[in-house]
């Protein structure tokens, strides 16, 4: 049995309690649908959520895609600069807009501005992120990063020079990657690692809770779990790769059936990606099940009168089944009701994002390199 200490924030000290709110913003497809510019958008720009996890000549890739919501703010420098981002498992930098940009993206977001801060240090070194629908490019510097009301000092950022077309219409405006070190862009240290260098917190793990409400709720807590916010105990899960937050799935099964994975996949616990994704036929096949009909931009669309009629979806993960309602895995918005089941092409890899994560409390152990899943409260 893993010997494994859950840390509640009245047992340590106050410095060591690192809780960061997320909040659920508008997304970037909401945004483009509002303004009537999402049919253009999309017709550019195919659905390409696997882009993510294609390493192209060394650069870090990164989901694009216009689905990104839940964010936090963290702060760079001396005085402190503030910044909205994604806490991102399925990534390992951390970059965010600044003033060297010039594209449309960045000027709808708040910039870093290196010669406001006495503490920043620059470097010649270039960053270059690739996206499903374009890039972003930058250099790295260094500068002292708070999260949570504690300061990491020295960390390594990147700030944009240009950014891909579609974060014009994001929240957020950078990114705080959570993966290995392994799949950095430019050897970059991530966040998580120097807060577990320089003793910033008291285990080395950090937890993700998603609410389901549009506000608040949400968060992230570093070194510590907050036990109101799930039932029963945890189940472990080994990672199988320590780059990404990587598990083994088994199966994915409707109605006692194995409708998806039926040899066996691998799976990617991804707070940066929205939908549950996977290979074309999988998804197809679950799509079907539930009832759900694809239209012309790959969006998978379901009957608002039906969800309480669809069918349950179990994942089962080394050897544990994880269930989650149709209430979970249909998006409700104002234009209509959509599958949270997206298609991933050939790619043969799983990414179980948000649609996953809000129906389970989730660990990211880095001293035992496992995933705890709990259902939420």
Not at 56 to 68: F, I, K, P
Not at 99 to 119: D, E, G, L, V
Not at 188 to 210: H, I, K, R
Request: aromatic share 12%; net charge negative.
């Amino acid at each position: 049995m893993m010997k494994w200490a859950v840390v509640f924030c009245a047992l340590v000290a106050f410095s060591e309690c690192l809780r960061v709110p997320l909040n659920r913003g508008k997304t970037a497809r909401e945004a483009l649908k509002e303004k009537g510019l999402w049919e253009d958008y999309r017709k550019k720009h195919p659905y390409q959520p696997m882009a993510k996890f294609e390493v192209q000549d060394g650069a870090e890739s990164m989901t694009n895609d216009a689905d990104l919501a839940y964010f936090g703010v963290i702060s760079i420098g001396s005085p402190p600069q503030s910044f909205k981002v994604i806490f991102d498992t399925g990534s390992s930098n951390l970059w965010v807009a600044s003033t060297y940009c010039n594209s449309a993206a960045c000027n709808t977001h708040q910039k870093f501005n290196p010669k406001s801060s006495r503490t920043f240090q620059a470097t010649q070194q270039s960053l270059k992120i690739q996206y499903g629908t374009g890039s972003m490019t930058g250099v790295l510097g260094y500068d002292n990063v708070e999260v949570g009301g504690i300061t990491v000092s020295h960390q390594i950022f990147g700030l944009s020079e240009s950014e891909a077309p579609f974060m014009e219409h994001m929240a957020a405006d950078g990114i705080l990657g959570l993966a290995f070190p392994s799949i950095s862009s430019a050897g970059a240290t991530p966040v998580f690692d120097n807060m577990m260098s320089q003793g910033l917190v008291s285990e080395d793990f950090f937890s993700v809770y998603l609410s389901g409400d549009a506000q608040e709720g949400s968060v992230v807590m570093f070194g510590e779990v907050d036990d109101q916010l799930y039932t029963g105990s945890f189940s472990w899960i080994p990672l199988t790769s320590e780059t990404y937050w990587q598990v083994q799935m088994d199966s994915v099964s409707i109605n006692g059936e194995i409708v998806a994975c039926s040899d066996g996949c691998q799976a990617i616990i991804d707070t940066g990606t929205s939908l549950i994704v996977g290979p074309s036929n999988d998804i197809s096949n679950m799509n079907a099940w539930v009832g759900a009909q694809t239209d012309q931009y790959g969006d998978a669309v379901v009957s608002c009168g039906n969800v309480q009629e669809m069918p349950e979806v179990t994942f089962t993960l080394n050897g544990q089944a994880f269930t989650i309602p149709a209430s979970a895995y249909v998006a409700q918005t104002s234009q209509g009701c959509m599958s949270g089941f997206g298609n991933g092409g050939s790619q043969q890899l799983w990414i179980l994002g948000d649609v996953f994560i809000r129906q389970f409390y989730t660990v990211f152990d880095r001293q035992y390199n496992m995933v705890g899943l709990a259902t939420v409260a």
